[in-house]
Nanobody, 123 residues
Framework: QVQLVESGGGLVQPGGSLRLSCAAS????????MGWYRQAPGKQRELVAT???????NYADSAKGRFTISRGDAKNTVYLQMNSLQPEDTAVYYC?????????????????WGQGTQVTVSS
């Protein structure tokens, strides 16, 4: 199976920065795209940013100009650099791996989610 392990969340003051990391491990043949989503209390989960295996990126309007998604040198890792954080960025941030192919069955694709990491922006 596949595991996504997130790290880097925490408490930060408005205007501060955080860097989230996500590493995917398991019987992975390839991953088409990885991304970050977030869910604030009482709200639906929403897209923050995604990046494809070809390094094409997509950002939510709320993230443009403040957040940067990137893939790590280590295979199947993704980062989210978040700058100029505001209280409305407070949420649980989830890592997603999309269209994952496994060695045991590379013709099929699966999506996986991490457990989430809490980001709290407050003074």
């Amino acid at each position: 199976q596949v595991q996504l392990v997130e790290s880097g969340g925490g408490l930060v003051q408005p205007g501060g920065s955080l860097r989230l990391s996500c590493a995917a491990s398991g019987n992975i043949f390839s991953i088409d795209a990885m991304g970050w989503y977030r869910q604030a209390p009482g709200k639906q989960r929403e897209l923050v940013a995604t990046i494809t295996s070809g390094s094409s990126t997509n950002y939510a309007d709320s993230a443009k100009g403040r957040f940067t998604i990137s893939r790590g040198d280590a295979k199947n890792t993704v980062y989210l650099q978040m700058n100029s954080l505001q209280p409305e960025d407070t949420a649980v941030y989830y890592c997603n791996a999309e269209r994952v192919r496994l060695w045991v069955a590379p013709s099929r694709t699966y999506d996986y989610w991490g457990q989430g990491t809490q980001v709290t922006v407050s003074s």
